[in-house]
Each structure stands twice: as structure tokens, then as C-alpha cells.
């Protein structure tokens, strides 16, 4: 059980945090469009995971990325933006497929992206990741490598090591049917595994394409029923509820202006991946995770330049 | 057999020239990169038989294009695209998979394209497209579409259409292994439809890559012993080597000026079957293929703004 005064006690291990996942291109269209008529594009450095460990590098703690690219122009942009970052490139992998890219155009209304999946699930379990694995202290992972084979197996080995080893499981269950194998029910899988990690983060989107339309309070149930042990729903602009099954606390957004949505979900995870890590309390981390989201929302694009964690504790006054 | 002084009697048909294939997006960097560097890019109207079917509308003769695009932005922006050069967007299929796209660099060494397939090998062989194939002339196709499953299947039931029907086909071989489906032997199975097409236009390139290294003569031979009917081998700079089985000519480049070879080849294609349509002489029309694809190389971009194929003779001279 997490107790929301408490910290989360972690082993004394030799890395932070592990993130396993898409790493891949965000082509995103230069110009708001809403008639597909924009034709330039900009290549950006993509992936919830990879995001995630940009950011809780500069946040002061620090992460593994593993992640697979293709033997391509992309895939070197991509290992080079992570040397850029000063993030070790030891995990990435190189398969014989293209480089995963997501087009994405800028709209005023929602964004429909158009997904092209090729190296990124194409992670294999290698005894160097369980090494490292098994020296860390928390292990991160989104739907993408789960919602197809062979990297599918790849976290099924990843959750079975980390809860032998003590390694704190965080899972962003955005499920989306589009990135999933068609004609195969994806949502019945991803149930089977949120029994299996310790804290899940659901938006109302995530959670409705989950569990169908119902109250957010409704949806922690769902999530704790299968076996969650804390459910961080995120409600927008309307902040989130937290629930450890046993109480539920309601978090206000600190945000003060939005330029950007994206990538603000990412910056929560690593928010509260750091201060769990630098031992603030489990609510007090909820908080700074939000504080951090509330810093990148005034800036565009899914990676900003975020100040440390300290800092962004005494800007928000937490 | 062809004689190279006749011309290619057809019978009176609805239809001039039906092109099978892939219809995507070239997302090309809008510099020069040789580094990975470039991070802009431009969408841009791509395929090959969708190139030929813009050209001949343009050279004065009626395409048909059977392709097939995702539901989704990019697949939207290319059927308004063939919309604007008012071409009949009918055979357009739409699949549940994402539009297919290259990616290409533009580079002073060779560019290494990634691929990303999706849509483009969905097509069906549906009762409309037997319907306008058996009305058309000639159908044309590149290896794209006979590189997987299911357009695979869908081309075999072209030609067996078209070898019943009197329709002529064209076969452009351009095998490169990055489209096949891996671990397949995709040179076998182009070599056993060479032997069902009518002409077939190889690369030196296309050629070492399913022969290996030879002289041009000796691939000339290759191609014939497979049974093809008329063998056009182009030489770049050094024009091209055309046989019948029987005899062989050559044809010395009309290039004057070259800024940009991208869609030369499918210049050629479009005026040597604008040609043959409008009853020159086999010769007569392999030499205003060549001089298209002279015009075509003095701008930038595979389509370029042709005028009609009478224009191209007279300002050629022939």
C-alpha cells in the first residue's frame, strides 16, 4: 500500500530510472492545418519514454533509455539528439526496419496522427537490459512496445524480472486502437497488465477508451480493481484525483498559461519519478509532478528546457 | 515482334493507359544533407505510375490510376492532388493502413530512401478495375506493387486480364530489396514476370541487381531469354540500348542540361507510351520517350510542367 505522507522506499540501486519503449520521429506539419494543406514538416525527437528521460535528466536524476531505431538517417537524428542530451546511447538498438515516425499535423481541432511503426518494437531482451533492470529502481513503459510482438514479450520478461528485484513498474496506459495489431482486442490485453504494474497514470481519454464512458471516480475503481496500486487520473485543466484504494486526494492544475499541450503528460511522470527518487513524500511528489507539467505547458513542443527539480519546487512554492 | 519502324497497332479502346501501383508521399528534406542535419521537409506528390499517369494527361493521352491510400491526411492530400490535374480519382481505393511514404534526403551522393509501406500494396482487384483494364490500351506497373501481399495477387490477375484482352504491358523492373518482404527471394519472382510482360525498361542499375555485374549487351540477352518482347536499358548520360530479340539500337542521351534526374525514367515511360498511343513509329516513339525525359531533366522534381507531346517533337526536332 502507498501511503500519500510517506516516501516510497527504494533499494540502494545504481541507476534511477529505466525507461523501455518507442523512441521515434515526430513529423509534424510547420503550420496549423486543418485542410491538409500544409506541406513542410519538421523532424522532432519523439516518444513517451525517451521524452520522459530527457526530461528527469535535467531534472536531476538518472535515466536508462532502452529503445530500438532503424539502421537509417532517422534512427542516427535520434541517437544523436541523446548524445546531444548527455543520455548514454548503450541500450539503443538497431534493427533491420525503418525508424518509427508519426505524422503530425498542427490543428486547431484534435490532431489525427498518422502512425508508421517499423524498429520501434522491435526491442529484444537482452542480459545487458536485465543488468541494468535489475539496477534500477524504477522501470517505465507505455502501450507502444506492449501492443505488439516481439517487444511485447520483451516487457512481459521486463515486469517479471522488475518485481523480482524490487523495481518500481510505472505504466501509461494509453491505449489507442490505432497503434495496435488490427483484429486483435488490445484493451482486454492491456487490462492484464495493469494487475501487473504498481502505478498507472490514465487520462479521462485513456480511461474512457478503457472502460467506456463513467465518472472519473468510476474509473479509479476500474483501474484499482484489476490490480493498480495507485491510479493518478489526470483530468486536464481540472487537475487529477489519486487514489491508493484506500483514499482519494484531488490535485488542482498549477498551470498559469498553456501555449502547448504536448508532452505535458511526460513531464508528470518525470516530476514524480524524480522526487520519488529524491525521497519527498509520495503526495508531495504528486505535487511536483504537476508543478513540472505546469512549467512545460507555457512552452511549445514535448521536450522544453526544464530547470532542475529543486527549482521548480521553490517556483511553484511546494 | 516489334519492329522498330512499325508502330504498335491497338485496338479501338475507351481508355489509353492504366497504371497499377503505389501512389505516396516523397517527404524530402528542403536542403542538401549529407549529416542527418536537415530537419525540414516538404510533402510532395509521389509513385511512379502515379507520375506516368500525370505526365500523359499532360503529353495528350487518357490515364487511368488504380492505387490505393490510407484514410487519413496524407492519403486526402493525394487524391485532391490528382484531382487538380483532373484525373479521375475512381479507381482510388482506400485501405486501413496508413498511406505510404518515403522519406528522402536530398544528397550530392546517393540518397538512401526510408521506406514506410502501408496502404500502397492494399490494392484489390475489383470488377471496375478488370472493367477499365480490358478497355485500356496498355496497363503499366512497377515491382512496388508485386512486392507483397495482397497487390501481388492483384497484378498476376492484371496481366492474365490484360494478355486475354489485348492489352499491352509494361513492366518497369526496378527490384531493390529494401521494398521486399524480408527473407523472401524477391529477384525469382521478378524474373518469372518478365517473362509475362510485353517491355520492360531496366536501369543499368535494375539490372546488375538482378543479373549482377555484366556488359549492357549481355543484359539485354537476360532480359530476353526470360521473355520479354522489347528490352529498353537505359545508360544514363549514355543513353539507352533498345532490343527486339532480333535487333538492337542505340540512342544517344538529348539531354542538354541536367538539374535533377528524379523521375526521368517515368518522363521516358509517359512519352514513349503518349507516343505509341498516338501511332508513331516503335522508333519514332523510344526517341520522343528520350526527349521527355531530356525536357524533364532541366527542372526540379519528378512531375514537372510537360506540354503536349508535339511540342516536345518540334522543339527536339524529330
Known sequence: MFEFKDNIPFREKKNDILTVGEL??????????????????????????????????????????????????????????LKHADIDTDHIQRADESTSMVVVTKS??????????????????????????????????SCWPISRVPSRYTIERVIDTARNHDVLIGFDPNYHPMIWQKGE???????????????????????????????????LDNFLELGARLVILTLGKDGAIVSNGRETITFNSLATQVEDTTGAGDAFWSGFYAAIVKGYSLKHALSLGFAVSAYKLKYTGAIVNLPNLEDIKEKYGL
Chains 1, 2 share one sequence.
Open 24 to 81: 521515434l520521429i515526430d513529423m509534424m506539419t510547420t503550420e496549423y492545418d486543418n485542410n491538409d494543406e500544409c506541406n513542410t514538416y519538421r523532424k522532432l525527437f519523439g516518444g513517451s519514454p525517451s521524452n520522459i528521460a530527457l526530461n528527469v535528466k535535467k531534472l536531476g536524476v538518472n535515466p536508462i533509455i532502452v529503445s530500438t531505431v532503424g539502421e537509417d538517417g532517422l534512427g542516427r537524428f535520434l541517437i544523436n539528439q
Open 108 to 141: 486547431v481541432s484534435t490532431p489525427i496522427p498518422i502512425f508508421y511503426r517499423g524498429a520501434d518494437y522491435q526491442i529484444s531482451y537482452t542480459p545487458k537490459l536485465e543488468d541494468s533492470l535489475i539496477n534500477s529502481k524504477i522501470v517505465h513503459f
Open 185 to 219: 482486442n488490445g484493451i482486454e490485453y492491456v487490462k492484464s497488465i495493469i494487475g501487473k504494474v504498481d502505478i498507472v497514470k490514465p487520462s479521462e481519454d485513456d480511461a474512457e477508451r478503457l472502460f467506456g464512458k463513467a465518472v472519473p471516480e468510476r474509473y
